[in-house]
């Protein structure tokens, strides 16, 4: 197929069938379950969804894929291929469309480029969600797993949104290109209540965004600087005062529970 590698896609294809094997047992799929797949590549991961799946819908954004795709996945009548940046998407009408609206699992080897707007969107957008299984670089998944909060906004959602637990650390040989660090599969798996409450959730992301997009600064500048928020200088002091911080605090101070707080 006259196939290359694009780097900016964030292309390294799994090659090593004993992962994949984790990756499947790890995210729980079943025939009763559909899977949407991100970023399908040449399908190899997809075949194994397709066994053990009741349907998989595999989003690709590389063209180039697409006939590849189609002769990998041609004895599978339970595979839709779809064209298109994952990022693009209505998911919640996705799953409407293609499952009813009952939740599904998600299952990728990620671009490293999207897992965290990937990841965010999943959760945010309230798309219908059992499970979320990914490939994501080691460094993160040990941040998502110990809430450590190095890793921003992503660290607070997944604490806010999801259990995690790691299902397998993937040494870089594994895939084709190699790529220059090494991985792990994270299982995210969605609470049923989150262990705080908020009034407002969107707010609380607004404002942990804020907190996270101006590392070093104060919070008071984080969110005064903020495009999605517009309080005034004032009324920001005034709530940091309410919720019990310094003025001088640091957004990446906060925990989960603090960020609520002040929301
Ligand atoms: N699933 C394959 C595997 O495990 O070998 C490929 C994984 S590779 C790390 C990431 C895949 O995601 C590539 O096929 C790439 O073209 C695709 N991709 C990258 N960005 C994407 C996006 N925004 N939307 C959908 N697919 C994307």
Do not use: W
Request: net charge negative; proline share 5%; glycine share 6%.
């Amino acid at each position: 197929y006259e196939f290359c590698f694009q780097k900016k896609f964030g292309q390294n294809f799994l090659i090593d069938g004993h992962v994949l094997d984790k990756i499947i047992a790890g995210a729980g799929v079943t025939k009763d379950d559909m899977v949407l797949e991100i970023g399908p590549g040449i399908g190899t991961m997809t075949q194994y969804l397709a066994e053990a799946a009741g349907k998989v819908v595999a989003v690709e954004i590389d063209r180039n894929l697409l006939p590849i795709l189609q002769e990998t996945l041609a004895d599978y009548d339970n595979v839709k291929v779809i064209h298109a940046d994952v990022l693009s998407l209505d998911l919640e009408k996705l799953v409407q469309e293609e499952n009813g609206g009952r939740p599904i699992k998600v299952v990728a080897n990620l671009p490293y480029y999207i897992t965290t707007p990937i990841i965010m969107a999943l959760f945010e957008q309230h798309v219908p969600l059992a499970n979320v299984t990914v490939m994501v670089q080691k460094e993160v998944a040990d941040r998502m797993k110990s809430g450590s909060k190095d890793y921003g906004a992503l660290s607070l959602a997944v604490q806010y949104y999801a259990e995690p637990y790691i299902v397998a650390n993937v040494p870089c040989n594994c895939f084709m290109p190699r790529p220059n660090v090494d991985s792990a599969v994270i299982r995210l798996t969605r609470y049923e209540e989150p262990p705080v409450q908020v009034k407002d959730e969107k707010m609380l992301f607004k404002i942990i965004r804020a907190s996270f997009n101006q590392r070093r600064k104060t919070l008071q500048n984080g969110l005064n600087n903020s495009s999605e928020l517009n309080f005034t200088k004032d009324q920001i002091a005034a709530a940091i005062a309410e919720a019990g911080f310094s003025p001088s605090v640091r957004g990446e101070a906060l925990t989960l529970e603090q960020f609520a707080k002040l929301t």
